[in-house]
C-alpha cells in the first residue's frame, strides 16, 4: 500500500507485556514521528526520527522505545505496558526539513488498550 | 517550549451557519508555522489550513479562513456554510520553522457537531 501504514489497528495487551507497533511509510521521507492521543491533550510527541539510525526524544518517551534501521520502518516498542499508556498511537512522516515547509502526513492510528 | 491552547472543548453549529473555533499559543520563536487539523470519527488527521506567521495575510480554503493575530498570539478557525461532514474534533497545532525537525504541538481539541 501507498502512503503510511500501522499495524495492528486495534491491540489489547496486558499489564507488563512487551507491545510494539508497527508504522511503514512509502515515500522515503527523512522524518518519522510517533504521537500519543489522548483526551484532552490532543497529540503529543514521543520521539521522533531525522534518518535511518538517528533518533531522539519527544514531549512524552517514558516506557517507550523506538528504532529505524531502515527509512521506511519505525517501530515503537512498549517494554512493559501499564495501563496509562492505553492510547491511540499515531505515526506520521515528513520530508527533510529546511527553509521550506514539509507536511507530516499522518498514518490511522492504532487504538492500544492496556488492561 | 511552545503551548497552545484551545479553551472550547465543545461546540454544535446549525448546518449553513458559520462557527469559529479559538486557539491562542504561547511561544518566543518569531518564525513558525501555524495549523488547523480536523480528525473525523475515522480518527484519520486531515490537515485543513497552514498560516505561515511571517505572512499578514490571513490564510483561506474555500469554506475555511482564519484570524491571525500574531502580537495576540491568537488563531482562530471560521468555518463558512457549516456541512454535516465537519463534524469532527479540530487541533490546532504549532511548527517551529527550522532545520531541527518538523515537530507540531498540539492543542488539546475542539469537537464540533454540525446539526441538521
Known amino acids: 500500500d501507498a502512503g503510511i501504514t500501522q499495524s495492528p489497528r486495534y491491540k489489547i495487551t496486558e499489564t507488563g507485556r512487551q507491545v510494539t507497533l508497527m508504522c511503514h511509510q512509502t515515500?522515503?521521507?527523512?522524518?518519522m514521528f510517533w504521537y500519543r492521543q489522548d483526551l484532552g491533550h490532543g497529540l503529543r510527541l514521543i520521539y521522533y526520527s531525522a534518518a535511518a539510525d538517528i533518533t531522539d526524544k519527544g514531549e512524552v518517551p517514558d516506557g517507550y522505545v523506538v528504532s529505524r534501521s531502515k527509512t521506511e520502518n519505525f517501530p515503537l516498542t512498549l517494554e512493559s505496558a501499564t495501563r496509562s499508556q492505553t492510547s491511540v498511537y499515531f505515526c506520521?512522516?515528513?520530508?527533510?526539513?529546511?527553509?521550506?515547509?514539509?507536511?507530516?502526513?499522518f498514518g490511522p492510528g492504532t487504538r492500544l488498550t492496556v488492561l | 517550549a511552545q503551548t497552545v491552547t484551545q479553551s472550547q472543548p465543545e461546540m454544535s453549529v446549525q448546518e449553513a451557519e458559520t462557527v469559529t473555533l479559538s486557539c491562542t499559543y504561547d511561544?518566543?520563536?518569531?518564525?513558525?508555522?501555524l495549523f488547523w487539523y480536523k480528525q473525523p470519527p475515522s480518527r484519520q488527521m486531515i490537515l485543513v489550513i497552514r498560516?505561515?506567521?511571517?505572512?499578514?495575510q490571513n490564510a483561506t480554503e474555500n469554506r475555511f479562513s482564519v484570524n491571525f493575530q500574531k502580537a495576540a498570539k491568537s488563531f482562530s478557525l471560521k468555518i463558512s456554510d457549516s456541512q454535516l461532514g465537519d463534524t469532527a474534533m479540530y487541533f490546532c497545532?504549532?511548527?517551529?520553522?527550522?532545520?531541527?525537525?518538523?515537530?507540531?504541538?498540539f492543542g488539546g481539541g475542539t469537537r464540533l457537531m454540525v446539526k441538521p
Open positions: 515515500w522515503s521521507h527523512s522524518y
Open positions: 498560516q505561515e506567521a511571517y505572512k499578514q
Open positions: 497545532a504549532f511548527m517551529k520553522r527550522n532545520n531541527a525537525g518538523n515537530m507540531l504541538t
Open positions: 511561544t518566543s520563536e518569531s518564525n513558525y508555522y
Open positions: 506520521a512522516s515528513s520530508e527533510r526539513s529546511g527553509s521550506s515547509y514539509n507536511e507530516q502526513f
